[in-house]
């Protein structure tokens, strides 16, 4: 996908009338690094953001993640494939290097600078080029989630 703008996600509600959690994280499950290298920025209630967006709390910008990707698969067919490897109890190899992984973003000071009750969440995917960045289509994940710890 080019970008991803979620739904609007309730903020979690302090007990104390203030947002003074210690922490907060948008953590994306599944992420996939099979294409290409690119840049994840985060945006909270900016659901326009793309690649020409500054990089400033003023439009909504919370931080910033990075995937190393694989370039796609070179090796015969199936080599590329993490669900098809078979394994058992006594396999001791390392798990497929393909295997989807988890990227977290802490994301604090943007996240208690938000007013409202719920916050909608973009992710643009940008890739270096030589002709300078564009918009990549190399983002995929199994699903978003904002986490706020006391």
Known sequence: MERFVSEPIRIAEPEHGERTFARADIVLYGVDHSGESY???VFFENPGAGIETPRDAGQGYAGSFYVFGHG???????HCDPAGRTTDEFDLRLPHPLEPFTKTVIVTKALQAVAAEAVVVTVVPVA???DGPRLSDALHF?????L???
């Open 128 to 130: 270096s080029a030589p």
């Open 72 to 78: 796609g698969c070179y090796g015969e067919e199936g």
């Open 148 to 150: 706020t710890y006391e």
């Open 142 to 146: 199994t699903h978003l989630r904002l």
């Open 39 to 41: 840049e994840g920025r």
